[in-house]
């Protein structure tokens, strides 16, 4: 789409990023949060239309507030200064012209801190390219094997073969995750998020990715909640059971996968959502 010229495309998003909450997030993964979180960037509109999204109310709508890569660098300078350990930005694809400028920017006024790279994975090499050397941290879902879950429930033909192909990529720039005092540095951490009825096919994927490295930290979620429209597609309409949870860890671990993140399900959250609703999150 030619966003200056007034396009917007599938994902409704203009040629200026919209930013839905700038905000310290404690909930990710401990090598990213360190002591005090990561300094998250979260944007409207999303290449994906997942019907169990867990953000739809920024995914799917406008309504944040517009910045400049100049403006926003400065943010990225903030969290910086509150003691984060990385800053990261979330769902970033749609913008990510306007991203790659921000963290130049803001690597020209200071910003040592590692930048996280926070995606579905629904994403090309192309793009990816342009962020070489750029982003220091990639985190991308792996969310579907099969080409026709991906389309019925998140509406994104050839899904698989782009993770897989942009994954391939994202490794080849910053390799295995690397770490100085408990706190990544660098490099890739995979994401995948299990789901009812196995309609992820997390042994397939697992198995992808051991293929690539069995050293790539993989965050095995268990955090599935039928919201948004999940109701809506039975296979959706409940939640992860415990066994489910937990025969993906043991495909994991037979797997040889040695980097692995467990998320108790009794202890996931009901959803990750930041407060949107703070008058303080947005400056500048």
């Given at each position: 789409?030619?966003?200056?010229?007034?396009?917007?495309?599938?994902?409704?998003?203009?040629?200026?990023m919209e930013?839905?909450?700038?905000?310290?997030?404690?909930?990710?993964?401990?090598?990213?949060t360190?002591?005090?979180?990561?300094?998250?960037?979260f944007?409207?509109?999303?290449?994906?239309?997942c019907?169990y999204?867990q953000?739809?109310?920024?995914?799917?709508?406008?309504?944040?507030v517009?910045?400049?890569?100049?403006?926003?660098?400065?943010?990225?300078?903030?969290?910086q200064?509150?003691?984060?350990?990385?800053?990261?930005f979330?769902?970033?694809?749609?913008?990510?012209?306007q991203?790659?400028?921000?963290i130049?920017k803001?690597k020209?006024?200071?910003?040592?801190v590692?930048?996280?790279?926070?995606?579905n994975g629904y994403?090309?090499?192309?793009?990816?390219?342009?962020?070489?050397?750029?982003v220091?941290?990639y985190?991308?879902d792996?969310?579907?094997?099969?080409?026709?879950?991906?389309?019925?429930?998140?509406?994104t033909?050839?899904?698989?073969?782009?993770?897989?192909?942009?994954?391939?990529?994202m490794?080849?720039?910053?390799?295995?995750?690397?770490?100085?005092?408990?706190?990544?540095?660098g490099?890739?951490?995979?994401r995948?998020?299990?789901l009812?009825?196995?309609?992820?096919?997390?042994?397939e994927i697992?198995?992808?990715?051991?293929?690539?490295?069995?050293e790539?930290?993989?965050?095995?979620?268990?955090?599935?909640n039928?919201?948004?429209?999940?109701?809506?597609?039975?296979l959706?309409?409940?939640?992860?059971?415990?066994?489910?949870?937990?025969?993906?860890?043991?495909?994991a671990?037979?797997?040889?996968?040695?980097?692995?993140?467990?998320?108790?399900?009794?202890?996931?959250?009901?959803?990750?959502l930041?407060d949107?609703?703070?008058?303080?999150?947005?400056?500048?």
């Amino acid at each position: 789409m030619d966003r200056d010229a007034g396009e917007t495309g599938y994902c409704g998003a203009g040629s200026v990023m919209e930013v839905a909450s700038l905000t310290i997030h404690r909930g990710e993964e401990p090598f990213l949060t360190g002591a005090t979180g990561v300094g998250n960037v979260f944007f409207n509109h999303c290449s994906m239309n997942c019907v169990y999204c867990q953000n739809h109310q920024i995914s799917r709508f406008s309504g944040g507030v517009e910045y400049s890569p100049d403006l926003l660098a400065n943010e990225l300078l903030v969290f910086q200064e509150q003691g984060c350990s990385t800053v990261g930005f979330v769902s970033p694809g749609h913008y990510l012209p306007q991203v790659a400028e921000t963290i130049r920017k803001a690597k020209n006024k200071g910003l040592i801190v590692p930048v996280i790279w926070n995606s579905n994975g629904y994403e090309t090499v192309e793009a990816l390219l342009t962020l070489d050397g750029l982003v220091d941290i990639y985190l991308p879902d792996f969310k579907y094997w099969s080409d026709g879950y991906s389309r019925e429930y998140s509406d994104t033909p050839g899904y698989p073969e782009a993770a897989r192909t942009s994954i391939r990529e994202m490794y080849r720039q910053t390799g295995a995750l690397k770490k100085k005092n408990g706190i990544a540095t660098g490099g890739l951490c995979i994401r995948h998020l299990v789901l009812p009825n196995d309609i992820a096919e997390t042994e397939e994927i697992l198995s992808f990715i051991a293929s690539l490295s069995k050293e790539i930290p993989v965050s095995l979620m268990s955090q599935y909640n039928p919201l948004y429209r999940a109701e809506e597609f039975i296979l959706l309409s409940r939640k992860v059971r415990p066994s489910e949870y937990w025969k993906a860890v043991e495909i994991a671990e037979k797997l040889g996968l040695s980097n692995l993140l467990i998320q108790e399900p009794d202890s996931a959250p009901d959803n990750y959502l930041p407060d949107f609703n703070r008058e303080d999150v947005f400056k500048g």
